[in-house]
């Protein structure tokens, strides 16, 4: 989220506060906190009935740009590239991250004010970052994060890239000896 090139503020919001959020947003949305979330499932049919107004839209990818999906600051609706769709519906991990990330820029930041931001923006007040916290609060609650002994099984367990698993690792403040592997 970006005003013309340049940064955008937030009202600002703790891990803390975002994490609470998500969890029970999960649980009133049918998922108890155990289980992985389809957010595919959740975009086509229990968001049309469970929020108001929201609608979604496949569109081709280049009128996203380089974007998979995005979210409308005024209105309850994201659009979604064809490809991420596609990737979505053949059970890719990364596209779970995408679209939960969108439903963190809906519920946190759609029809809410923000200010064009001189410089840097705080963490705790980037739109970008609230909505990266929110989609792995969401898609793996730290309570059972902190029940795995490995990223790959935060990753099976949650249905969730290895990249996602590992952020979310680091962010229960959790180390395995795989996290530096590969990098």
Known sequence: MTGYGQPVAVAPLSR????????????????????????????????PL????FEYEIV???ELGDAEATTSSTARRIKISSRCYADARAGA?????T???????LLLHCGKPFEMARGTVKS????EWQANY?????LAPASEVK??????EIAARFAISGAAAEVRARTCKMSFAETNKGR
């Open 99 to 105: 679209l939960a990330h969108e439903l963190g820029h």
């Open 134 to 138: 929110f989609a792995g609060a969401f």
């Open 50 to 53: 469970a929020l108001e107004g």
């Open 147 to 152: 029940k795995c002994r490995s990223v790959g």
């Open 16 to 47: 803390d506060q975002i994490e609470k959020f998500a969890v029970e947003v999960r649980r009133l949305l049918g998922h108890q906190d155990h289980q992985p979330v389809n957010m595919l499932r959740l975009i086509e049919f229990v968001l």
């Open 93 to 97: 991990a990364r596209p779970q991250f």
């Open 60 to 62: 081709e990818d280049r």
């Open 124 to 127: 705790y007040a980037d739109p």
